[in-house]
């Protein structure tokens, strides 16, 4: 059975930075928590113990500074072999943390959300009410679903992304429903959220916004693709191959549904576009969410960049299953391994993989001693200019602030046994800034250099460095953890 994430953290003696268990959003079925998982957990509790004793803090408190991110890190390193870059003195000075890990990376998060809906709206159509439902699963703690939206609204996102992490730019993405006025964020208010946060800033571009893409709803859309682009002028498209609404499910390469979207794009000027594959439960159709079609539009339509959210990952005991053909062995990860397989096969150079709640799985502890998180990023790697089509992106608000995700990229290194087993590159602190922001910003022709002269001065920073005096983040991930009957939570 499934269980609430915060429920079980709340049962825990800890609150890990880093989750010690996968959760899930529903788009995915949570693994159990490994027996690895559980060593990792019991060790931090226990080096968690000493530390806070020692600086004369609750061990709470410990955990949410950035010595408990060293000491989930220092754990993570002793349970599942050297992946982490961290030393012992980090978990007792918060200077020797800094001072080693300068903040100087330009993080450009490529896939965010928030809810903007009145309360009433969840309580008065079925629609609401089955939208209150899904979004339970990120907030289930709060009394009321007007609570639970606060929680999820535009002034928590900005709090547990530019006050919470160390995000610099983003963009705010949404999911695709038949009628907007049914929609959680539709795009007149994900553009509303990037104007806003934008004038907020005082100076500096802060964010970005998708616009929403259906082919599946006929060409009638055509009008609505006009209306996204030129009045609310958004900045790429996201769109959904499983979704069932209109015509249901469709594929990327289908020649009568899909194409003459392509088409309209291309005039329109919008050829960036962020496509969800893999993570394929709750809204969406199983099989239509695997990135088998990729290959062909992307070869049709060479001049668009084709950017696969999640990398097409499946974590699921379906997606598990390996498609005929597909590479065998531990190196192998549902899926993505058979988008790096047609990306290489092809030598394609516009398809990008968003890291979006797969790294946040992978270096996890997903599947135990396999070190999955080093083969997705090994493999990449390894494709001819893969360094330079990674995007970072990380789901959140779905599951809290994305700095513990920040925390492991900074310090994940793909260990030497493993390097030298299967030829792949290590991850320089080059290819990292690629990574964290370059890659994206590459694409979005942003100018890196002034942006990031104006971000360090804008208002946001300013609110960030008051904020800093006294922070206090929220350690808890949000989601569906698994347990089994009879387990507590």
Sequence with gaps: M?????????????QSPIPTEIFSNEE????????????????????????????????????QTTGGMAVAMLAYNEVFGKTYEVDP???????????????????????????????????ATDAGRQAADFLRNFRPNANSTAERLSLLNEAHYIKELFMDSDTMMAIISGVPTAEWRENILPPDKMVKTRNEINQMAGGSQRMLSHGLLRPNMGKSEFEEMERQVKTLKINSWKM???????????????????????????????????????????????????????EKVAKDFSDFNFIIYHSGCNPTPAGGRRREGAQAGPQYIPWCSELIDIVKRNNLKNVYFEMGSTWNILSGGYGGTDQPAMHFLGQILNLPGGEDHLIWGTDSIWGGSPQSQIERLRRFQIRDDVAEKFGYKKLTPEIKAKIFGLNAARLYKVDVNAKRNAIQTDKISEMKREYDEKPRPSNTQFGWVWRTRGQRA
């Design 89 to 123: 003195i980090e978990a007792l000075d918060p200077g020797a943390y800094a001072e080693k890990w300068p903040k100087t990376e330009f993080i450009f998060d490529n896939q965010t959300h928030h809810v903007d809906v009145e309360s009433k709206w969840f309580e």
């Design 2 to 14: 499934w269980t609430r994430k915060c429920f079980a953290d709340e049962d825990k003696p800890i």
């Design 28 to 63: 995915f079925i949570p693994p159990p928590q490994s027996a690895q998982q559980q060593r990792w957990e019991a060790r931090i509790t226990e080096m968690s113990e000493q530390c806070a004793k020692k600086l004369g803090l609750s061990r709470r408190r410990f955990l």
């Design 240 to 294: 959904y191959t499983g979704s069932l609404i209109g015509d249901g499910p469709f594929w990327l390469d289908d020649e009568k549904v899909a194409y003459p979207f392509w088409e309209r794009s291309r005039k329109l000027g919008v050829k960036n576009v962020c496509i969800h594959k893999g993570l394929p439960l709750g809204l969406f159709n199983e099989e239509h969410c695997h990135p088998k079609d990729v």
